[in-house]
């Protein structure tokens, strides 16, 4: 059992977007937004805390959060926009959900950092795109994605996990709000 305490947040604070921003900066802004959200989540807790699933019934926890925001990241403006290789993060064939699971030798620090890595990655995709520019892979039915439609669906992606990331960070040490 690891105890080390989870790295602090790289910022101390989000930056809400401009109220009257265009649309690209509006949605990257967001997006930001949330990512730090779900950093701000796990900062200052120890891997234990982290691996905990503290909300009963489920499985779901701080450090698998944050792996399967590593995959999300990968899988929409890596693989679906830019269409780079289909190759999972942590899920593999035999484990395709292997974001969630994770064994002792596994740190929140490393998450964090393939995270940042990940979310680098994305950036670099979509940069210099367009927002009604599709991307190589298709949706159900043949039709392509915009890099819009990606942006849209990943600010909903990091809201729903920020709202579980809320409940798991309470269950753990009472913490609220950010």
């Not at 905990?52 to 679906?80: C, D, I, K, M, N």
């Amino acid at each position: 059992m690891t105890t080390s305490s989870v790295p602090p947040a790289e910022t101390s604070a989000r930056t809400e977007p401009d109220l009257q921003a265009p649309e690209r900066a509006m949605l990257e802004g967001w997006l930001e937004y949330h990512r730090e959200t779900l950093a701000q989540k796990c900062s200052g807790l120890t891997d234990e805390e982290v691996k905990r699933a503290a909300v009963p019934t489920s499985e779901l926890t701080l450090l698998g959060l944050q792996r399967h925001l590593s995959e999300v990241e990968r899988w929409w403006f890596v693989t679906v926009f830019a269409g780079g290789t289909d190759e999972g993060v942590y899920g593999t064939e035999e484990d395709p959900d292997g974001d969630f699971h994770f064994g002792p030798q596994d740190t929140y620090a490393e998450a964090l950092a393939t995270w940042r890595g990940e979310v680098a990655a994305a950036r670099a995709a979509a940069a210099g795109h367009a927002l009604d520019e599709l991307g190589v892979g298709t949706a159900r039915g043949g039709r392509h994605f915009s890099l819009r439609w990606i942006y849209t669906h990943m600010i909903e992606e990091y809201a729903r996990h920020n709202g579980h990331a809320d409940l798991l960070r309470e269950a753990i040490d009472g913490a609220t709000g950010a």
